[in-house]
């Protein structure tokens, strides 16, 4: 069968210049459900990691580990992403998605908390760490629910980026990334300052019950918030400015539709393998430290819980200056390619810093590096999204962007995992110098964003573009066969 006898003609039935452009506002309101995600990110990789190696004992593989049950879980983007291109909820392609997972992630966030002090308790008990048949089951408990947690955050997540595709075009959506991106940013630094603030008033030496009660607290209060923010974020939008009616080929086809088919059509394409490998590599170098920086903070230079939760508002204040500057300058001169290359370059740079601050034990020089750090990562972000919607084929944006997804959520689980083991195994080996220890856990990241540099360098955009409306038009081929 000729490829010419696919209809891959999008649905007229809604003119696009019937639909409105998407507005400055709208695009700052779409940015809340990235401002809640941020803030959602620093209670879990900023606190609860922090509390559970810290205060509660449990070895740093092990808290790692259960907090990356929630990215581990990521097959599911591709599923969700999927769903959302072809079985409406609610009515809406997206919009029903995000809102049943945010009110699930909000609930799985609390009930994790619970888990984890009842964790805690047993340690507490035993004197230390021992292997049980408690421990073994709340350490399967608490994994268990941070996969929910990640499933919740998946069905959201991923519909929502397909959204952004979908109510923008080629000449606003860099602008819309900018903006949603950049409340990312304003999540995370928020997240900091409120966790902060609310277990400011726990003293170092305060029994562990007073900060019980104040973790508690917190994380009845933001997540609660942050679902709100994502209804305010969302509602009306996609029925207002949605171009997917109008845009995808596969409108209509939801008999053809399936996952199988789908990754197909991901696997059809020699570059998108290519960066799904990019992403991969860098994400996993960019976000080790999620997992060991707090517990820096606390063994190296002396920080109690309030201090070490408010390095994240160093590093996310860099890196929204770095989204902005990176937009706004550094793109249109270097392109995203380059853009992306410079900035994992001087992410690997900064780790040198945070070694440095550490021989020193000097606070500011690591809320410096820190602040630079975030520079550089906003630079890689913002080139990297960019690159991701430029590989993103608009008949399938929810699949692709749900595959995108898949590789960022695996390479952030597997950095937090591998965070906390090479942590334990840095102090195995460096059992009196604790700046060594972590000081394995930076290098092995700087060397990943050189690796990472290499695999960038075989990204061809020309070629995915030439070749993705024939991929497509092929698997639907043999679907029709």
Aim: proline share 2%; net charge neutral.
């Amino acid at each position: 069968m000729a490829t010419g006898d696919i209809n891959l003609q999008p649905d007229e039935s809604k003119p696009l210049e019937s639909i409105k452009k998407v507005n400055l506002f709208t695009m700052f309101r779409l940015g809340l459900f990235q401002m809640g995600l941020g803030m959602m990110a620093v209670l879990a990789l900023g606190i609860l990691n922090r509390v559970m190696i810290g205060e509660l004992a449990i070895p740093a593989t092990i808290a790692a580990g259960t907090i990356a049950m929630h990215q581990f879980i990521a097959p599911a983007r591709v599923w969700f992403g999927q769903m959302s291109d072809s079985k409406p909820l609610f009515g809406f392609h997206r919009t029903g998605y995000v809102w049943v997972g945010a009110a699930l992630f909000a609930i799985a966030s609390f009930l994790a908390v619970q888990v984890m002090w009842q964790l805690g308790n047993v340690v507490q008990a035993a004197g230390g760490w021992v292997w049980t048949t408690q421990t073994y089951g709340w350490t399967a408990v608490l994994a268990l629910i941070f996969a929910l947690y990640g499933l919740a955050l998946s069905m959201s997540s991923t519909p929502f980026a397909a959204l952004l595709v979908d109510v923008s075009d080629e000449d606003n959506r860099s602008q819309l990334v900018g903006i949603v991106w950049s409340m990312l940013m304003v999540g995370i630094v928020l997240g900091a300052i409120i966790g902060g603030t609310l277990l400011k008033k726990v003293a170092a030496d305060a029994p562990l019950s007073e900060l019980q009660a104040s973790v508690n607290q917190l994380f009845m209060i933001v997540p609660v918030g942050v679902f709100g923010l994502a209804l305010l974020a969302t509602v009306g939008v996609e029925k207002k400015y949605s171009r997917y009616t109008s845009r995808s080929t596969l409108v209509d086809r939801e008999d053809k539709i399936t996952l199988g088919k789908a990754l197909r059509v991901l696997t059809a394409n020699r570059q998108t393998g290519i960066f799904f490998t990019f992403l991969l590599v860098m994400t996993i170098s960019l976000f080790m430290q999620e997992a060991v920086m707090e517990p820096y903070g606390g063994e190296v230079f002396g920080m109690q819980v309030s201090e070490t939760t408010k390095l994240n508002a160093y590093w996310g204040t860099g890196t929204l200056l770095g989204i902005s500057i990176t937009g706004f300058l550094i793109v249109p001169r270097l392109g995203k390619q380059k853009t992306t290359k410079l900035g994992c370059l001087l992410v690997a740079a900064t780790f040198g810093l945070i070694i440095l601050s550490g021989f020193t034990h000097n606070q500011k020089l690591l809320q410096g590096a820190l602040l630079l750090f975030g520079l550089a990562s906003g630079v890689t972000t913002t080139g990297a999204v960019s690159l991701m919607l430029d590989l993103t084929a608009a008949e399938t944006a929810g699949t692709f962007i749900g595959a995108w997804g898949l590789s960022q959520a695996m390479a952030r689980a597997i950095a937090t995992v591998t965070g906390g083991a090479v942590l334990d195994v840095g102090k195995s080996l460096f059992t009196t110098n604790l700046v060594l220890a972590y000081g394995l856990v930076f290098a092995l990241q700087a060397v990943g964003m050189v690796v990472a540099v290499w695999f960038l360098s075989q990204v061809d955009v020309t070629e995915f573009r030439d070749n993705a409306k024939v991929a497509i038009a092929t698997v639907l081929e043999g679907e029709l066969d």
